[in-house]
């Protein structure tokens, strides 16, 4: 069983940052792949950022730049650093596990790049964070 604790949200203005962790007990071998995600009042949950266990990390592409995603393996802390916050990233943030994402790419242009896998791959969720940011 894995359980997933996340904290670090909160109210901040925009331009400001926040950086949001996630702990992860239970037994490391159960998931290969973390990420983010996030929900508004009355929207879906999308994807917000990934990272599988090769340190490859994938990105809701309006995000990258301002998001990035890191993981302490020694500690099994999942983090979402979030800098120049804007209105429209106000949510509540989810953990998640998965023991294996599925892969899914994008090609253009003769390269390819890992997209987000979709939250059906996460068998694992925390409770939520709720992150609030005001104009």
């Known amino acids: 069983q894995v359980q997933l604790v996340e904290s670090g949200g909160g109210s901040v203005q925009a331009g400001g940052s926040l950086r949001l962790s996630c702990a992860a007990s239970g037994s490391p071998g159960s998931y290969s792949c973390m990420g983010w995600f996030r929900q508004a009042p009355g929207k879906e949950r999308e994807g917000v950022a990934q990272?599988?266990?090769?340190?490859?990390?994938m990105f809701e592409d309006s995000l990258k730049g301002r998001f990035s995603i890191s993981k302490d393996y020694a500690q099994n802390i999942l983090f979402l650093q979030m800098n120049s916050l804007k209105p429209e990233d106000s949510a509540m943030y989810y953990c998640?596990?998965?023991?294996?994402?599925?892969?899914?790419?994008?090609?253009?242009?003769?390269?390819?790049?890992?997209?987000?896998?979709?939250?059906?791959?996460?068998?694992?969720w925390g409770q939520g964070t709720q992150v609030t940011v005001s104009s």
């Open positions: 990272i599988v266990d090769d340190g490859k990390t």
């Open positions: 998640a596990a998965a023991r294996l994402c599925s892969v899914q790419t994008s090609c253009s242009g003769g390269s390819c790049r890992r997209l987000l896998s979709p939250s059906r791959d996460f068998e694992y």
